[in-house]
């Protein structure tokens, strides 16, 4: 089955500064890379997805990067605000059928005045 | 138009009883999916299903745990005789079809199952 890591597992900066978060995965057949962003005490909420037949995709801060070749996606947020601190976790669909995701372990990305 | 609607938000069991959660999925959703997070960890699926089939349970645990989806009503997740170590929050997910280019999985809010 497919088999997602992430990392890092905490990652703190500086207002203003980019944050990034690497994801591997293992199936080369994986066609769909949800990111979710998950508060506190709070259900995932999806931030950015990307396909497999699209290498870059960009919403007004939030980014994401595909390398099929690699196996790697990234999530590349600029400009980071207090709000943007949370748990960060990355997904691959695989070739189970359906809409079943296999996520990363987190990142729980503090932004600091 | 209602999103997916897990309850109850919190549960709370003695070890050895049964805990019964409950999710209604998105109107028009037919596709129901379980996961697991463990205190301070990802989300682990559990089990897929559509109305009246369970289409993939590879990630239930082989005792205690069941899930359905009947043709009417809600999905359920029923763990027997709970342990500590079913204490976890349990999330349920929703998506229009079993198609590989459907759109999200869109979740609730999840049941926070606490066993004493």
């Known amino acids: 089955g497919e088999n997602v890591e992430q990392h890092p597992s905490t990652l703190s900066v500086q207002e203003g500064d980019s944050a990034v978060i690497k994801c591997t995965y293992s199936?080369?057949?994986?066609?769909?890379f949800p990111w979710y962003k998950q508060e506190l005490g709070k259900r995932p909420q999806l931030i950015i997805d990307?396909?497999?037949?699209?290498g870059e995709k960009k919403d007004q801060r939030i980014a994401v990067t595909l390398n099929k070749t690699a196996k790697h996606f990234s999530l590349h947020i600029t400009e980071t605000q207090p709000e943007d601190s949370a748990v960060y976790f990355c997904?691959?669909?695989?070739?189970?059928?359906?809409?079943?995701?296999?996520f990363g372990t987190g990142t729980q990305l503090k932004v600091e005045l | 138009n209602a999103g997916v609607m897990q309850n109850p938000r919190h549960l709370v069991r003695r070890r050895g009883q049964e805990a019964r959660l409950r999710c209604s999925p998105m109107?028009?959703?037919?596709?129901v999916y379980w996961y697991r997070q463990l205190p301070e960890e990802g989300l682990k699926f559990m089990v897929y299903?559509?109305?009246?089939?369970?289409?993939?349970e590879s990630g239930m645990p082989k005792e205690r745990f069941s899930a359905e989806f009947p043709k009417e009503g809600p999905s359920i997740l029923r763990i027997q005789q709970v342990v500590r170590g079913d204490s976890a929050a349990y999330f349920c997910?929703?998506?229009?079809?079993?198609?590989?280019?459907?759109?999200?999985?869109?979740f609730g809010q999840g049941t926070r199952l606490t066993v004493v």
């Open positions: 109107k028009g959703h037919s596709h």
């Open positions: 990307i396909r497999s037949n699209v």
């Open positions: 997904a691959a669909r695989g070739t189970g059928g359906g809409n079943k995701l296999t």
């Open positions: 997910a929703s998506s229009p079809s079993r198609n590989r280019d459907s759109t999200e999985a869109f």
């Open positions: 299903l559509q109305k009246e089939n369970i289409i993939d």
């Open positions: 199936d080369s057949a994986s066609n769909y």
